[in-house]
Every structure is written in C-alpha cells, then in structure tokens.
C-alpha cells in the first residue's frame, strides 16, 4: 500500500491510512481545536501518529475519540494527554476493569501473526493503558471543538457493545469505526451478529441524511479504503444473510459448526460469527 499521507476527506477532515494492520486514523480540524479519532496499538505507532499531525497543523490535539475498547484504537491514549478522551461508557468500563485482559489477548493475537508481528507484542506489552475520561450512553453526544459541531452517536451493538460513531455533518464525513471494515472480512470476536445489521442500516440512514443538501459523505472504516454508503448497505445485507442463517440453523437444532459451514464467510471468521450468533440467540451475551 503506498503512502498517500493525509487525505481530505471533506473541509478540514483528515484521513491517513497506515500500513500497520491497514488502520485508518481521522483528524477533525477546527480554529483552535484538534480531535483525533483512534490512537493505534502502541506508543510506537502514536509517537509516529503524533509527528505526521504536526504536518498537518500546528494545533495541538485537545480532543481523542475512541470508536471502541480494541487494542489498536486505544492503546496510544496515553500519549495523547492532556487531551479530553471520549468513549462510549462501556468502552471506557472495557478499559478501566479490563484493559490488562485486553493488553493479554492482543499480545497472544499478535504472536500468531509470526516474527514480522515482534515489535508488536513489544510495543503492546510498553502501553500504559488509559482509559477515556469523557464517556456518553447510548443517546450519544454532540461536542463543540473550535466552533465546530461533532457528532458521537451509539447506534447499536455490532462489532462491540460500545460502538462510536463520529459524524462531522459541515464535512460530509463519518468515522465508522469497525463497524464498517474493508479490504478484510468484518471481525465478529466481540460482536453482537444479530444486531449489527440494523446498526449499519442506522450508519447508512446517518449518511442519507447527512447527504441531504450536500454531496455524497465519505464514510471512513477503522481498517482499509474509505467507502460510501453503498458499501455499508451492502455489508448490512451481507451480515443480516449471516444473522438470518445462523437464527434458522438454531432453530433446526443444527450445531454451530454445521451453521458455520453455511455462512458465507472465510470459515474462519464464520466460526466466530456463528459462535456469537448462537451465544445471543442462547441468552449467554
Ligand atoms: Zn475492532
């Protein structure tokens, strides 16, 4: 993947992928005013985060988002205070009793990724891990940042039960978080599979309106190339088909495995989203 620096994704919304498990960070420009959603999975990474805004603009970054509690969007916080740090109030509960059992998975994970992840497990076992301390609930939250008005909404389980959604609706733009995912499968580890569809139809609801007297918004996943609304349609469609298999397959009294079988994903990923299917559908989640 080349380097394509900061791209603009609408006035003053700022977009730069990086090569490290294909991740997406956004920056929110304002007068005086700086809010960055993510902040990667190490201080490496954030370090590197920090010196390419100041290539950006010489504003200091007064205002973190955390989409949601995975390593590799939170794991740089601490290298973003004094900053305000807003997260979803479970994501922000994920970290606070949690975060060394989070640090512990993305270590293993990581491990499985081979000697070319080395750095990774290093850099993962250095976070001091910071929680964020501004949290909304389910009803969201709109912040002023320099004169701009920036929208955190919840709207609804899907990746995780804490899922951020940032909109600057005066640029066109949405940060979806891992909700949306491209260029890879989506990832259902902590996933709520029977909900997330209707969260992406929200996001995609979120888009049309905000289109509504503008242009077409650009909507930024957590991982991969930014997409439209098309895109998040499609994956609705795609994973309400995985819901609706794994709900019929319960009923018949099939086995999880035979489910996964019958999903259209990687049977890897499909394993983990029917595994969590089933667990809603058990009452276990
Ligand atoms: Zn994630």
């Known amino acids: 993947m080349a380097d ?24 929110i420009l304002a007068d005086d005013a700086l809010l960055l959603v993510d902040t990667r999975a190490t201080f490496t990474e954030a370090d590197e985060l920090l010196a390419d805004l100041r290539h950006l603009a010489p504003l200091p970054v007064t205002h973190v988002v955390n989409t949601h509690a995975h390593f590799d969007h939170v794991f740089g916080n601490a290298r973003f ?4 740090t807003w997260a979803h109030e479970r994501c922000a509960r994920r970290l606070r009793e949690d975060g ?13 990724g081979g000697p070319g992840m080395a750095a990774l497990v290093e850099g993962l076992a250095g976070v001091r891990i910071v929680p964020p301390d501004h949290t909304v609930g389910d009803d969201g939250a709109v912040l002023e940042i320099g004169g701009r008005l920036v929208e955190l909404h919840h709207l609804g389980r899907g990746h995780t039960d804490g899922d951020l959604v940032v909109a600057v609706p005066d640029a066109g733009v949405i940060a979806s978080g891992d909700l949306v995912e491209e260029g890879a499968p989506p990832s259902f ?9 209707d969260t992406l139809d929200a996001i995609a609801a979120l888009a049309r309106s905000m289109a509504e007297g503008a242009g077409a ?4 996943p957590g991982h991969g190339a930014v997409v439209d609304v098309a895109f998040v349609e499609r994956q609705a469609l ?3 088909a995985v819901a609706a298999t794994a709900r019929a397959c319960h009923a018949e009294g099939l086995t999880a495995g035979d489910a996964a079988r019958r999903v259209d994903l990687p049977p890897a ?9 089933y667990a809603q559908l058990d009452g276990h989640i």
């Open 4 to 27: 394509e620096g900061w791209v603009e994704l609408g006035p003053g919304v700022f977009r730069r992928r990086y090569a490290a498990l294909d991740q997406g960070i956004c920056a």
């Open 81 to 84: 205070v004094p900053a305000e």
């Open 269 to 277: 990923v499909a394993a983990v989203a029917v595994a969590r299917a």
């Open 100 to 112: 060394e059992r989070l640090r512990g998975e993305a270590i293993a994970w990581a491990r499985t």
């Open 238 to 240: 795609a994973l309400r």
């Open 189 to 197: 580890e902590d996933s709520f599979p029977l909900e997330w569809p």
């Open 217 to 220: 918004p650009a909507i930024a």
